[in-house]
């Protein structure tokens, strides 16, 4: 997948006369970092006198905050930087459900399909895994999915209607990891987490942005 923003990027990386490694991440779990732990570790293995920043967009920016607030002084970055970073999932999905342009939750079920088949591609699950995770994203028509959905890989259960909103996410992650813990909305939030983090971060978030909005963040945690 082609992303025109990062290619722009890395030309201007290459401009000014810096190094740029991009790493597309392949998984479902956007609170597991320790895939992006790896990657930064093997390239500071290979450049060692090199200082190094990364930056994350949109869900990569919820994972690149997630690693460094997981690590805290371990991080060997110089600094990190988000752009229109998903700092709360389940939000952002509620944000789109109740958008007036139908275009957004066409783009997210687009893209919620996409992530869920690049895992298949890559995580080496049995066929009969496979087997299941098709029939789990067969189960919801994508438009009524955004419509209803609380939730991102995970249930909630609304204190107004007491009914469980089941997404694809929160199928294939079942089917994926069975003893994974999906009752606790933190895990796809990263409220709480930016008190752990240690390096200098820049936080780019444009007010008007119609799926990741500018409430989702907690900013007095990140000032303090």
Same mark, same amino acid.
């Given at each position: 997948?082609?992303?025109?923003?990062?290619?722009?990027?890395?030309?201007?990386?290459?401009?000014?006369?810096?190094?740029?490694?991009?790493?597309?991440?392949?998984?479902?779990?956007?609170?597991?970092?320790?895939?992006?732990?790896?990657?930064?570790?093997?390239?500071?293995?290979?450049?060692? +006198?090199?200082?190094?920043?990364?930056?994350?967009? /949109?869900?990569?920016?919820?994972?690149?905050?997630?690693?460094?607030?997981?690590?805290?002084?371990?991080?060997?970055?110089?600094?990190?930087?988000?752009?229109?970073?998903?700092?709360?999932?389940? +939000?952002?999905?509620?944000?789109?459900?109740?958008?007036?342009?139908?275009?957004?939750?066409?783009?997210?079920?687009?893209?919620?399909?996409?992530?869920?088949?690049?895992?298949?591609?890559?995580?080496?699950? /049995?066929?009969?895994?496979?087997?299941?995770?098709?029939?789990?994203?067969?189960?919801?028509?994508?438009?009524?999915?955004?419509?209803?959905?609380?939730?991102?890989?995970?249930?909630?259960? *609304?204190?107004?209607?007491? *009914?469980?909103?089941?997404?694809?996410?929160?199928?294939?992650?079942?089917?994926?990891?069975? @003893?994974?813990?999906?009752? /606790?909305?933190?895990?796809?939030?990263?409220?709480?987490?930016?008190?752990?983090?240690?390096?200098? /971060?820049?936080?780019?978030?444009?007010?008007?942005?119609?799926?990741?909005?500018?409430?989702?963040?907690?900013?007095?945690?990140?000032? @303090?």
């Amino acid at each position: 997948m082609i992303n025109r923003y990062i290619q722009r990027m890395c030309r201007e990386c290459h401009r000014r006369g810096w190094r740029a490694a991009v790493w597309s991440y392949w998984r479902c779990d956007f609170s597991e970092s320790r895939d992006l732990k790896s990657v930064i570790k093997n390239i500071q293995r290979n450049n060692p +006198k090199a200082p190094m920043a990364a930056i994350g967009y /949109s869900a990569g920016g919820h994972l690149l905050m997630r690693y460094v607030s997981t690590y805290g002084d371990a991080v060997p970055l110089s600094c990190a930087i988000t752009v229109s970073g998903c700092f709360d999932f389940v +939000k952002a999905f509620e944000s789109v459900s109740n958008n007036e342009n139908p275009s957004y939750k066409i783009f997210l079920d687009v893209q919620e399909r996409r992530v869920i088949r690049r895992h298949v591609e890559n995580a080496g699950h /049995s066929k009969d895994i496979n087997a299941k995770i098709e029939e789990a994203m067969q189960t919801e028509s994508g438009i009524e999915l955004y419509v209803y959905i609380h939730a991102f890989f995970i249930t909630i259960q *609304t204190l107004t209607r007491r *009914t469980t909103f089941l997404c694809r996410y929160d199928k294939v992650m079942k089917i994926i990891r069975p @003893s994974m813990k999906l009752s /606790s909305r933190d895990r796809y939030s990263l409220k709480g987490c930016m008190k752990n983090v240690k390096i200098s /971060s820049l936080i780019l978030h444009a007010l008007d942005d119609p799926v990741v909005s500018n409430d989702h963040i907690d900013w007095t945690a990140i000032a @303090s």
